[in-house]
Each structure stands twice: as C-alpha cells, then as structure tokens.
C-alpha cells in the first residue's frame, strides 16, 4: 500500500523569505501523481501544484516550485518570497495513475506553515 | 458556477442523532468524493462516485454511514445513530473524468460536533 510522510508537523517562514516543506512517499507503482493542496485557517483545501511523475521537470507555480526526486521517492515544495497568506497546512497527496476504480488521494499529516512578518 | 458548495457548514448534534450533509459540486464535475478529516490530521477517504454510481467505499465507513447521488449531481452523506468520535470535519471534492490527473476541487466542509 502507498504512503505519504510528511516528517516536518510545523514550520516558519519569514515574510519574503524562502521555505522548503518535505514528503517523501512510499510506492511500487511507475506512473502516479503528486499533489501539495494547501489548507488555509478557512479550512478550504486548495490545490497548489501537481507533478506527473512520467515528467522528469519539476512543476512551477509562480512562486511555488517542487523539487521531484522520483528515484529517491521524494517530493519537496518550495516557496518563495513567502507572504503573509501562504500561512496555511500544507499537505502533500499521491495518486496511483493506473486505470480502474482506485480514485482516492493518499494523505500525509500535514504541515503546519507560520510566516512571521 | 461557484465551486463546490456543502451544506450545512456546521451541525451540532447529540448522540444518537441523525445528521445528513449535502455537497453540490461543479456542474460538469462528473466524480464526487467524501473524506473526513479530524484534527491535526490529513482527509481519509470515506467513498467516491462516477455519476450516480457509488464506485468505491472505504472501510471507515461504518453501517451507519450511507452517502447518494441519485441524479449523479449534488450528493447526501448521512449519519444514523451519531457517536462523539463521528466529530469531524466532512469534506467533500469533487473532479472530472476526462482530466488524467483528477485534480480535485474541495468544498469548505461541514463540521461535524457530537455531544
């Protein structure tokens, strides 16, 4: 079965800095998606970034970039120019790509993200 | 089309109670997920729907849980006989098909208090 590992239950920033959240996963699967949805105190989950993990280029988002180390299994999110409303939980999130009626998103813990002004 | 609405955004109920939500997703989302999520914790998969078929249901979910698209458009997720540890935040999502990564886009949640 898969797993997702978010080793860091918090961390700050500050503003205008940079911060780099880790997940690492556990998979005997080739082809999947990775996902960092954010969850602001609103507790309305938003998607940040996604990689396919056929891709050998990290995914960028603005000021929002993923460093995919698939031999390593690992998945980091950096931010950049941190801002005051990037303070959120950040959770890291896999999907199997093969076909059929497995759906659903595998969850880390989370990671609770402060920014300090 | 505003995003995935649910309803009501919090129920306080007490035990032995039975409570339904109600998630209405966008409008050309034909998957619809259910997750609940406890404090300090990722969502944990409850069940999932392709149209109005309910196609997967987690373990999680007990004989008092029981969730329906009947039109496949909005769907109900309903709680018989609630207990203190149904205390949750229910989430629902919601995506489409023809997107090979099946983004999902989350509602706000309903929150679930048990007394």
């Known amino acids: 079965a898969q797993t997702v590992t978010q080793s860091q239950p918090e961390m700050s920033v500050q503003e205008a800095e940079t911060v780099t959240l880790s997940c690492t996963y556990d998979?005997?699967?080739?082809?999947?998606?990775l996902f960092w949805y954010k969850q602001p105190p609103s507790r309305q989950m938003i998607l940040v970034i996604r990689?396919?993990?056929?891709k050998q280029q990290n995914a960028t988002e603005n000021r929002f970039s993923v460093n995919f180390q698939k031999a390593a299994k690992s998945f980091s999110l950096k931010i950049s120019d941190s801002q005051l409303g990037d303070a959120a939980m950040y959770f890291c999130?896999?999907?199997?790509?093969?076909?059929?009626?497995?759906?659903?998103?595998?969850w880390g813990l989370g990671t609770s993200l402060a920014v300090n002004p | 089309d505003t995003g995935v609405s649910q309803n009501p955004r919090h129920k306080i109920t007490k035990r032995g109670q039975n409570v339904t939500f109600r998630c209405d997703p966008i409008?050309?989302?034909?998957?619809l997920y259910w997750y609940r999520q406890t404090l300090g914790q990722g969502p944990e998969f409850l069940t999932y729907?392709?149209?109005?078929?309910?196609?997967?249901k987690s373990r999680l979910l007990s004989d008092r849980f029981s969730a329906e698209r009947p039109k496949g458009s909005f769907s109900t997720l309903e709680i018989q006989r609630t207990e203190q540890g149904d205390s949750a935040m229910y989430l629902c999502?919601?995506?489409?098909?023809?997107?090979?990564?099946?983004?999902?886009?989350f509602g706000a949640g309903s929150r679930l208090t048990v007394l």
């Open positions: 999502a919601s995506s489409r098909s023809l997107s090979g990564a099946n983004v999902l886009t």
């Open positions: 409008s050309e989302h034909n998957r």
């Open positions: 729907f392709q149209n109005e078929a309910q196609l997967e």
């Open positions: 998979t005997s699967e080739s082809d999947y998606y």
């Open positions: 990689q396919e993990a056929y």
């Open positions: 999130a896999y999907r199997s790509a093969r076909a059929g009626n497995n759906r659903k998103l595998i």
